[in-house]
């Protein structure tokens, strides 16, 4: 696949560096490091002053060349016009790099920069290890950075690589000026350790039980090191200035700064935390080239034993906290180091596996761009494991805070991700909905706070919501064959469809036509197809569990309830051409769409067959309800398109709305995002499409969705709905399920594939929950006989049949 590469001017362009339940840091096209959000807590914008590396080349014997220093980074972009200029912490001033471009196929970011008067060529490849279905070794607090350089020249070089960082514990904020608030009383060590080397940042100001407590560490895997724990102390920039000439003199660092003259009364910038710097120095041959390898660890353990301060704070006590899982598993960042150098071949060998097996697809470019890119969700900070190992997520972030708390269940169940590659943290959702957050009324929640010790949450219950999560209960079940986790979670599952039946059936028709809360914010009325097939699908899932367990009489009760409800859906919402919300006078109630062609009235439909349970309604006419998706909703410039919510698209770019009214009967006041795109919805109708055999407008969706996100006016690696890096977006994976044919039945012993693009030479990556892999399948032209292999890179598919016949 050829990837995309971004400029150094897309200045959205931003790749996560982190581990699940970590928090990030991100690398720039530029190739700096940016939105540090290691704190528990999202900072998108976030740039810690004087953190960067520089490289210094120069002949390593005489020579007329002259030596070059420059930070590691192109240009800082504009705008300019600030009040004071750029503060001293940017090193804005000092001498950059000409240009950068930056690609990223997940887990690994790569930057080439260009410089024609730096005499050696430099690239960065920057990663965290990431295995699927190991959560624990994809949870690691930390960043591994590799400078490559090459020297071209007829002589040898003698090139070092630095790098600076801040001791940023007791790390509050940046002011508008641009000076780091941090606790004094930091702490710069130099250490070594078996295999590595480096900068130890600690606190004495700060409590074991602070929020603001812990530790990092800027460490190397070299042995030929030279270290400044902490700048020259003194006010307006001695420190940076100190460093600048020292590094650029010779390419080392002297340990121990010293100026005698006193400094001047007026301390501008002082009192910024002890800046550490790390320096390795290499003579690189003529014609060779030499990696340089630093790692970043970072250890924060306490959050707040809530979603927000707020809901605990009490007087000025100190807040009730809880440790992050990586916490229990390290003790503090140079732990974090000590175990990803122990364990680096492994670690790296299987996320480059992962890489190659994901990448070498046959799929579209935009398919796999789209796979990849919203892997960084389940990595930001939208989520993150307790100490016991409990995942839970915001819905998306907010720039410095979580955007709409408690792991939402109408969201995830538009999110495939998580499930294929890490089905024991999806579990652990599940495992919250049903055991915490559901009641004996079958009520579940929509939104965890009991998972904190919280009271419930007082909201209306989403229909959506709760019958998704049997559908995800059932995907788990055949991806996973874990008998003992569906046993514990069948009985609440169970009591959520009887409330549905109950309670959201008020004629007892299997037709879904009460108060049904959803994800749009708002309540439908009357009979509609979104809630209605997902229902649908629910029934069918639970016909199968419960007949599969022994509970044959329940089993049976779904089953006709599934019949009869889908004959009557289908007859009573079909409209011809598309399925329709049946509620009266559409006006009665706000916030309804009435006859108008929802994007999202076949979703259950959509994650039925992803999860394996079947189609739910006529395929005939689902794939006529699609294609008018499609037709009336996809717009190719959405300049005309008047939208008075949320502007996630603009003039000019193509998109999918969530509603039209081809017809006709647009409500005075339809549900408020009608008139929006959702990358989530988009991902999701792209590949049930794809599944219905519309290859090519399943495809021209995920081109527009791809195009958007140019590095320029978004970020390939953030999608934003509520938030960025929203849950929804994690939709995308379905592409890869229905563009390959994959299906799973482990409790049977089977997966099959059956390829929907170009399938006679097709390869694609593939999991399930006891291994992944890649597979690879050949079909003569001529004689239409299918040739295929399976390669089992992590796990194992003993006792698993593979494209056997049912």
Known sequence: MASRWFAHTASQAAFLLGGIGTGNVSVGARGDLRDWELFNRPGKGLKIPFSFFAIHCRPAAGSARAPVTRILEAPVPPPFGLSNGLHPGTVAGLPHLRSSRMRGEYPFAQVEFSDDTLPAAVSLEAFTPFIPLDADDSGLPCALLRYRVSNGTEEALTVSIAGSLPNVIG?????????????????????????????????????????????????????????????????????????????????????????????????????????????????????????????????FPNRPRAWRVEQVRTGTGPVPTVRNHYAARFQDAWAVIAYLVQNLDRLEGLSRSFHDALFGSTLPPAVIDALASNITVIRSPTCFRLEDGTFVSWEGCYDQAGCCEGSCTHVWNYAQTLAFLFPVLERSLLRVAFNLETGEDGRMAFRSRRVFGLPQHDMLPAA?????????????????????????????????????????????????????????????????????????????????????????????????????????????????????????????????????????????????????????????????????????????????????????????????????????????????????????????????????????????????VRAR???????????????????????????????????????????????????????????????????RQRVDPASGRRTWEIDVRYGSLEGIRVNEPG
């Open 171 to 299: 790390f509050s904020g940046v002011d508008p000026a641009g000076t780091l608030t941090v606790q004094p009383g930091g702490r710069n060590v130099y250490r070594e350790d078996t295999g590595f080397r480096g900068l130890f940042f600690t606190s004495a100001a700060v409590a074991a039980d602070s929020l603001d407590h812990g530790s990092m560490s800027l460490a190397t895997t070299d042995d030929d090191a030279s270290c400044r724990p902490a700048w020259l102390e003194g006010g307006w920039v001695d420190g940076i200035q100190d460093f600048w000439d020292d590094f650029s003199d010779d390419g080392r660092l002297v340990s121990r700064p010293t100026f005698d003259a006193p400094a001047s009364r007026q301390l501008a910038y002082a009192g910024h935390p002890p800046v550490g710097s790390l320096c390795v120095t290499r003579v690189i041959g003529a014609g060779a080239q030499s990696v340089f390898t630093f790692v970043l660890a970072w250890h």
């Open 709 to 775: 996100h140019d590095g320029v006016r978004r970020s390939p690696w953030d999608e934003v709905e509520c938030g960025h890096h929203y849950v929804r977006s994690m939709a995308s994976w379905g592409l890869l399920i229905a563009g390959s044919g994959f299906q799973y039945d482990l409790p049977r012993g089977r997966i099959s594939f059956s390829p929907r693009i170009d399938a006679e030479d097709f390869r694609c990556f593939f999991s399930t929950g006891s291994a992944w892999g890649t597979y």
């Open 464 to 704: 959506d919501g709760q019958l998704g999560a049997v559908v995800r209960l059932y995907r788990d079940w055949k991806l996973c064959a874990d008998e003992g986790f569906l046993r514990a979670a069948w009985p609440p599952a169970a009591r959520c469809i009887e409330y549905a039946l109950a309670h959201w059936d008020t004629d007892g028709d299997f037709v879904l036509d009460g108060e049904q809360h959803n994800t749009y914010d708002i309540e439908f009325h009357g009979q509609e197809p979104y809630a209605n097939t997902i229902f649908l699908a629910a029934l069918k899932a639970g016909a199968e569990i419960a007949a599969h367990l022994g509970d044959g009489e329940r089993g049976a009760r779904y089953a006709r309830a599934f019949e009869e409800g889908r004959r009557r859906a289908d007859a009573l919402l079909w409209n011809g051409a598309w399925y329709v919300q049946r509620a009266g006078d559409v006006n009665r109630f706000r916030y309804q769409y009435g006859e108008g062609c929802l994007s999202d009235q076949l979703l259950g439909q959509s994650l039925a067959v992803i999860a394996g349970i079947g189609p739910v309604l006529p395929s005939e006419r689902v794939r006529g309800a699609l294609l008018s998706v499609f037709r009336h909703n996809f717009k190719e410039d959405l300049r005309e398109t008047a939208n008075a919510h949320r502007s996630y698209v603009l003039d000019g770019e193509a998109g999918l709305l969530l509603c039209s009214w081809p017809r006709g009967g647009r409500p005075r006041l339809p549900f408020p995002y009608a008139d929006e795109v959702w990358t989530g919805v988009e991902y999701q109708v792209a590949a049930h499409l794809l599944h219905e055999g519309c290859v090519v407008e399943g495809l021209r969706l995920v081109d527009a």
